[in-house]
């Protein structure tokens, strides 16, 4: 019997070895991170402590919650998150708040192999069949909420006679986006634009090593209580040390004005590749008449 009744058993992978699960009594640090790109740095927003055995997803709306009562001078643009928060319920939430969901998709038991894909009508990132190909995505129409999904004439053989080939983009389907929509989103999951934002859910990983380093590793505290305050703190000196770094990088600029010539946040030195990816989130949607890929 623990001494902490408070706590859960959680699952986490093995340090030893990646590939399997262990079981350990523990809490849970549910951590929201903003992610600003023109900084090119992640900032901890929101904190909520739980037993150990608890569902992440469970908690999703309950984070967005935090964020409106401390932040809500802010704009989200994206939720990124993994599958665990690859549900209905999560989907609607991020939308009624203006926001689009950017969440990895859960399979869970859905059989998908070809012939049962073909069947349902859709692959497993949700793009559409015609004449048994995938269709491609070809934009997004922000006031009708629809994706449009073209088949580029790629007939396979056998269906050279094909009425859609006379069109220059071949077959086009409109496939609404609703509220509760797991599959279909505004930013189709395998496009190059959703592999671009989605990488930047790595800035949560790099977040929860800040706070492992900052005292969350081996915490020395017992209740539930307890450990909600030393998480506090420990995010609080988190976003003190990444406003640090932010400092001294801006004071970097301002003694080497040869090599930084102008003082503002796009010249400074913070992960550049990210800053070059700025179009994939605030380019507009517009339907193309031939994709780029």
């Given at each position: 019997m623990?001494?902490?009744?408070?706590?859960?058993?959680?699952?986490?992978r093995s340090?030893?070895n990646?590939?399997?699960v262990?079981?350990l009594?523990?809490?849970?640090v549910?951590?929201?991170?903003s992610?600003?790109?023109?900084l090119?740095?992640?900032?901890p927003?929101?904190l909520?402590v739980t037993p150990?055995q608890v569902y992440?997803g469970?908690?999703?709306e309950v984070l967005?919650e935090?964020?409106e009562?401390?932040?809500?001078q802010v704009?989200t643009?994206?939720?990124?998150?993994?599958?665990?928060?690859d549900?209905?319920?999560?989907y609607?939430?991020a939308?009624?708040?203006?926001a689009r969901?950017?969440f990895?998709?859960?399979?869970r038991n859905?059989?998908t192999?070809?012939?049962?894909?073909?069947?349902?009508?859709?692959?497993?990132?949700g793009?559409?069949?015609?004449c048994?190909?995938v269709?491609?995505?070809?934009?997004?129409?922000e006031?009708d909420?629809?994706?449009k999904?073209?088949?580029?004439k790629?007939c396979?053989?056998?269906?050279?006679?094909?009425?859609?080939?006379?069109n220059a983009i071949?077959?086009?389907?409109?496939?609404?986006?609703?509220e509760?929509s797991r599959l279909?989103?505004?930013?189709p999951?395998g496009?190059?634009?959703?592999?671009?934002i989605?990488?930047l859910?790595?800035?949560?990983?790099r977040?929860?090593?800040?706070?492992?380093?900052n005292?969350?590793?081996?915490p020395?505290?017992?209740g539930l209580?307890?450990?909600?305050l030393n998480?506090?703190?420990t995010?609080?000196a988190?976003?003190?040390?990444k406003l640090?770094?932010?400092?001294?990088?801006?004071s970097q600029q301002?003694a080497?004005p040869?090599?930084?010539?102008t003082?503002?946040l796009w010249?400074?030195p913070l992960?550049?590749?990210?800053r070059?990816r700025w179009k994939?989130f605030h380019e507009?949607?517009?339907?193309?008449a031939?994709p780029d890929?």
């Open positions: 623990p001494y902490d009744l408070e706590g859960g058993v959680g699952h986490r340090k030893e990646p590939n399997k262990e079981a009594y523990s809490y849970k549910h951590s929201g991170v992610f600003e790109v023109k090119g740095m992640e900032f927003v929101v909520l150990g992440d469970h908690f999703f967005l935090q964020i009562r401390y932040h809500g704009k643009v994206f939720h990124i998150a993994d599958g665990h928060y549900d209905f319920k999560n609607i939430a939308r009624r708040r203006g969901p950017i990895h998709y859960n399979k859905e059989k192999d070809q012939e049962r894909l073909e069947e349902r009508g859709y692959n497993e990132v793009w559409p069949y015609a048994g190909i269709m491609h995505p070809n934009g997004y129409d006031d909420k629809r994706l999904f073209i088949c580029r790629e396979p053989e056998g269906h050279e006679d094909c009425p859609f080939r006379a071949g077959c086009v389907k409109n496939v609404p986006v609703t509760d279909v989103l505004e930013i999951r496009t190059r634009r959703y592999k671009i989605f990488a859910r790595s800035s949560v990983e977040n929860n090593d800040y706070f492992a380093d005292g969350l590793s081996r020395k505290y017992h209580h307890n450990m909600q998480a506090f703190l995010g609080i988190t976003l003190l040390r640090y770094d932010l400092i001294e990088e801006a301002e080497e040869e090599q930084y010539p003082l503002d010249n400074l992960e550049k590749a990210i070059k994939h507009e949607d517009e339907l193309l031939f890929g």
